[in-house]
């Protein structure tokens, strides 16, 4: 995270005319793509509620489920490690790393080891990782974090991509998608073989065989579990589903939401390590369980965050997110899910100005999945930070004042002919076209019409007298 | 050790669980009271729709007006 303020990423994110345009375009790409697929499956509603049913139940009863998907990853002989938090989780992966004298690390896309920052640590430790999700991969490149959870570089246009390439692996220039393609196809060829060590997140672990479900439209995912000889799986510890079954409707869900495809490319099911007689996989299989805030945020009022499958879908459709992209936020979780999540994982009182990085629209709760109310959990998070006095001084100020003034109908009139009159001071031809600070953000962008000289109350007092005159 | 402790910690919080009900999820912005809305929403614009409600001269055709 930078030194910004939301509010100063904010600003340096409107006033990049690439970003904002690539941002916009991918980002509505993906919405069109999805409509598309959901306008041929009429049973996609019906998809939605059970898979929101799945996932309250399997929150409901996760103590159970995570016991039963640990006894069965033991049970297929993988490890299983309980992280309370980022710093558990990294220590063990580094010790793991040192111990088998790991010296290179391969990974697949992973937004929770992009939470804890486990890149960072391995290379403290002295051990190179390379991401192998093209996107990821270029944004490593870049020295960036990633601006989407399904779309890293969505904030790159194929030009930049190109110089990237040009300069950081000293290739041709081209910005054409399948040279590029195959630019980091090469590159990644011999990182893959020679890896000691794959690291991937988890899409869905299910409870009832021990198995995690991995979907990737690359096969980096499947290249980073099956060839080197160790594979560590990080995994949020909501990311369950009961049982195959449930698999079954949770995938399609996830995957029309994330990209509009009908199936991902690849879907990997891997139960267990290596067995005898089978030609691949590795020795190892490890699976680390993340805590990291989430048992807390299933203590809190906004718990129903976690029925999040990581789709993406929310980010593509907010008209702020598609304004400013992802790393204005500021978090690794970008978008309305990130202005829920990174507070509550992270503490509101670092992030409290997420909450209110959004107009409120809807478009996000009308769009995912599993139906997450969203702009209520935005609603409870700012009602918490206005409680917590998160706020700056002049707003909490203004807040009192106009709630004092709310309550009294005399006060509340006084206050209107005053802004009426001031409002007019400021006015040009009926119109304000630059308010003073610290009104000038809305008017920086826009016009307001001037206050009118008589309220609606005075002219409506005034017709009824005249009717009655009449 | 260390799992016992981990799923404890789910199990006590489960105990005394917000979670939603399945069924209630279209409880949407209705479950939060006008006060509410009102300590939570934006405070300079509060003020300015506030305003502009009570005393524009027109409808909203003035407002996409006012737009550049």
Known sequence: MTNLTFYERTRDALEDPTVNQAIRVGARRFVSHRASTVSGLPEMDRLRDRARVIRAETLNKLDVFLAEFADNVELNGGRVFWAKNADEANDYVVKLAEARGVRHVVKSKSMVTEEIELNHALEVAGVRVVESDLGEFIAQLAGERPSHIIAPVLHKTRGEVGELFEKELNVAYTEEPIALNDIARSHLRDIFLSSDMGISGVNFGVAESGTLSLVTNEGNGRFCTTTPRIHVALMGMERLVPTFADLGTMLPVLEISATGQRLTVYNNLLTGPRRSGEPDGPEELHVVILDNGRSDTLASEVAEILYCIRCGACLNICPVYQSIGGHAYGSVYPGPLGSVLTPTLMGLEQWHELPHASTLCGACKEICPVRIDIPSLLLRLRDASSKANHSPVWIRTLMRIYSIVARHPKLFQLGMRFASVSSRLFAKEDWLNRLPPPFNGWTDHRNFRALAKKSFGQQWAERRSTEHTS | ?68
């Not at chain 2, 799923?7 to 409880?27: E, F, G, M, T, Y």
């Not at chain 2, 502009?52 to 550049?68: A, D, E, Q, V, Y």
């Open chain 2, 1 to 68: 050790m260390r799992r016992k402790a981990f799923l404890a910690n789910v199990q006590q919080i489960l105990r005394d669980s917000s979670l939603p009900d399945v069924q209630s999820h279209d409880s949407s912005l209705s479950s939060i009271s006008s006060f509410d809305m009102l300590s939570v929403t934006s405070p300079p614009l509060l003020l300015l729709l506030v305003l502009i409600l009570c005393k524009t001269k027109s409808n909203t055709s003035g407002i996409s007006h006012g737009l550049r």
